[in-house]
Every structure is written in C-alpha cells, then in structure tokens.
C-alpha cells in the first residue's frame, strides 16, 4: 500500500530562505505545515569539493499525490541553491485527526 501522505527533507541556507519557501508554500496550499530546525551543519561533496556548510533543514509534511508535478518544481522555483535537497519519506501512521487535517489543507487537484 503506498502512503498517502509524506514527510519533505529540504536543507536551505538560513532561516529567512526557509521562512520564504514555507510561506510560499502555504500560500500555494502545497504544504501542511513547515518545521524549520536551525544549526544543521551539513557535509557534502559540490562540484568535486567537499563543503562543510552551516544549514537550516526543513521538515514539510504534505500529501503524496502533491510532491512530484506540484511541490518539487515550486520548491525549486523558490530555493536559492541549484540543485536542492528535497526527499520524501513516506508517512505509514499517524493520529488520524493529524492526518484529516493535512487532506484538508493542502489543495485539490
């Protein structure tokens, strides 16, 4: 059975960006709802050099059906970096009350 609902791993590089980006999809009923966990630090590799940067990751929770046509490319639209993290983990339980409130808020296709 696949998840209908999921849970979105964005990394940005401050609080501000991840404040735009979650505002910005609230405003386009893409989302539930946006965490923001600063003081992240992140290593990876970036054009064949290893970065260790200070980041703030993004906890977005959303419907499945919204993440690859919808939610992937406003994202993208809003993220400052070129190639942005964005991962989903499917969600296989949760309060059924939570849950009704993610279908109810996020928008119809």
Known sequence: ????????????????AGECIARGLLEQELIACANLI???????????????????????KTR?????????????????YEVPEIIAIPIEMGAQNYLNWMEDVTCRQ
């Not at 992140?42 to 993004?58: A, C, N, P, R």
């Not at 499945?64 to 400052?80: E, G, N, S």
């Open 64 to 80: 499945a059906d919204l993440f690859q046509d919808k939610l992937v490319p406003a994202i993208q639209t809003l993220h400052p």
């Open 38 to 60: 600063e003081s992240v630090q992140s290593f990876y590799t970036w054009q064949g050099e290893m970065h260790i940067d200070k980041e703030v990751l993004m906890v977005l």
């Open 1 to 16: 059975m696949q998840s209908k609902f999921v849970v979105v791993l964005v990394t940005v590089p401050s609080k501000e």
